[in-house]
């Protein structure tokens, strides 16, 4: 917990290069494994920035699939000082269920 919670709003807009690594496989054409990993920020927008996805699926046709999987993203960013500091410091992840069309 929290030793001091503040509550506000505030907005901010920047831009990160994003450097992305992603697999995908077929399991006798039917079974879907996929993989992405990005990395960035780098202290050009953000000071990092990363996100893991891990998913498993079933393609039922060759235009119908579905996948579950596991996603995680973090991006720290910070910009200003003292009482104009932003800084957004954030984890979020979970389980993620999707349903594709191919075309």
Same mark, same amino acid.
């Not at 807009?13 to 780098?42: A, C, E, M, Y």
């Given at each position: 917990?929290?030793?001091?919670?503040?509550?506000?709003?505030?907005?901010?807009?920047?831009?990160?290069?994003? *450097?992305? /690594?992603? #697999? =995908?496989?077929?399991? %006798?054409?039917?079974?879907? &494994?996929?993989? +992405? $990993?990005?990395?960035?920020? *780098?202290? /050009?927008? #953000? =000071?990092?920035?990363? %996100?893991?996805?891990?998913? &498993?699926?079933? +393609? $039922?046709?060759?235009?119908?699939?579905?996948?579950?999987?596991?996603?995680?993203?973090?991006?720290?960013?910070?910009?200003?000082?003292?009482?104009?500091?932003?800084?957004?410091?954030?984890?979020?992840?979970?389980?993620?269920?999707?349903?594709?069309?191919?075309?």
């Amino acid at each position: 917990a929290l030793e001091n919670p503040q509550e506000g709003n505030a907005q901010k807009t920047w831009f990160d290069p994003v *450097f992305l /690594i992603r #697999s =995908q496989g077929l399991i %006798q054409d039917k079974w879907i &494994v996929q993989g +992405r $990993f990005d990395f960035g920020g *780098f202290g /050009i927008g #953000s =000071q990092f920035t990363w %996100q893991g996805q891990a998913y &498993v699926g079933y +393609r $039922f046709t060759k235009v119908f699939q579905t996948t579950i999987g596991y996603r995680y993203i973090y991006m720290l960013y910070e910009d200003g000082n003292n009482a104009d500091k932003f800084t957004y410091d954030m984890a979020t992840y979970g389980a993620v269920v999707r349903l594709g069309f191919n075309f």
